[in-house]
C-alpha cells in the first residue's frame, strides 16, 4: 500500500471510529483496518493476534471489546465456548437487526449469513429485547467431503 493510499484508508477508519464515538489512536486505526481488510466472516481474537503478532493480546481484546460495544463488531455464541465476533457492514449500526449464523458441529467455524435476517418472532406485551443470536448448526460442506 503506497502512502496516499494508506493515509485515505486511516482517514477512512478515523472516520468509522468517530462516527461510532470512539477516538482514534494508532492502535485502533490499525486493528479496525485489519478487521475491514484481512477479515471475511467471523473471527476469533486469536485470528487477529496472527495478523498482528507485534500487538499485545490484551490491547487486541480492549479494542474488540470496545468496537463490539460500539456496534461495529458484533460478538457470536456459536456454542463452542470461544468468543468469536463478525464485522458489522450496516450503514446504521444503531438499528442492527442481525442476521443468521451457520455453524459446524464438527469442525466449529461459523458463518454469517448477512443477507438473512433474523425472522421476526412475536414477543410478549412489554418484552423488549437487548439482543438476539440465530444459529444454524450442521455439518459445513467441507465436513462432509471428508466423511466420503
Not at 91 to 102: I, K, N, R, T, Y
Not at 104 to 116: A, P
Not at 118 to 141: D, R, T
Request: proline letters at 4%; hydrophobic letters at 35%; glycine letters at 4%.
Amino acid at each position: 500500500m503506497d502512502a496516499f493510499t494508506e493515509s485515505l484508508a486511516n482517514d477512512t477508519i478515523e472516520q468509522i471510529l468517530e462516527n461510532a464515538g470512539i477516538r482514534s489512536t494508532a492502535l485502533r486505526i490499525l486493528v479496525m483496518r485489519t478487521l475491514w481488510t484481512q477479515t471475511e466472516g467471523v473471527f476469533t481474537l486469536q485470528d487477529i493476534a496472527e495478523m498482528l503478532p507485534s500487538m499485545d493480546h490484551s490491547t487486541l481484546f480492549r479494542a474488540l471489546t470496545l468496537f463490539a460495544e460500539k456496534q461495529l463488531l458484533h460478538h457470536i455464541d456459536d456454542g463452542s465456548g470461544m468468543q468469536k465476533y463478525c464485522v458489522c457492514h450496516c450503514a446504521d449500526h444503531q438499528h442492527h437487526q442481525g442476521h443468521v449464523h451457520l455453524t459446524c458441529t464438527r469442525c466449529h467455524q461459523t458463518l454469517c449469513m448477512e443477507n438473512v435476517p433474523i425472522p421476526a418472532v412475536p414477543l410478549p406485551q412489554g418484552f423488549i429485547p437487548n439482543e438476539a443470536e440465530y444459529i444454524i448448526k450442521g455439518i459445513c460442506s467441507r465436513c462432509q467431503r471428508k466423511e466420503s
